[in-house]
């Protein structure tokens, strides 16, 4: 579970990352780069959406400087994966619930969060 979120940290399961992250539903936290740091394109989320989840979160920064291209909502939708995004506060929270209910239903969720910006 992600307790804590301040501009440049996110605290997860008790450890605190200082770069951007991808969460997975299992617990694994892995570093996530893009390829323009304010540009989210389909080669960004590719390993995400090869995990075959029901949900992507995208986290886009404390303000939602990041934007998500049209290539990589149609990647995402494509594979038939539910996108939401959000500035990453909130999108925080999101993935939370999700993640506490896919818990309970085994529903797997992917949360990628930009930590600046």
Not at 24 to 45: F, G, Q, T, Y
Request: glycine share 8%; with cysteine.
């Amino acid at each position: 579970m992600i307790e804590e979120y301040f501009f440049g940290s996110i605290t997860i399961n008790g450890k605190t990352y200082n770069h951007d992250v991808e969460v997975r539903w299992n617990d694994e936290v892995l570093k996530w780069w893009r390829k323009e740091s304010h540009v989210i394109d389909a080669e960004d989320v590719k390993r995400a959406a090869e995990q075959n989840p029901e949900t992507i979160v995208i986290g886009t920064g404390e303000s939602g400087v990041a934007k998500v291209t049209e290539e990589a909502k149609k990647f995402i939708k494509g594979k038939r994966i539910r996108l939401i995004i959000e500035q990453t506060g909130h999108a925080i929270k999101i993935f939370n619930i999700i993640n506490e209910k896919s818990q309970e239903g085994q529903r797997k969720v992917i949360g990628l969060f930009h930590l600046t910006c």
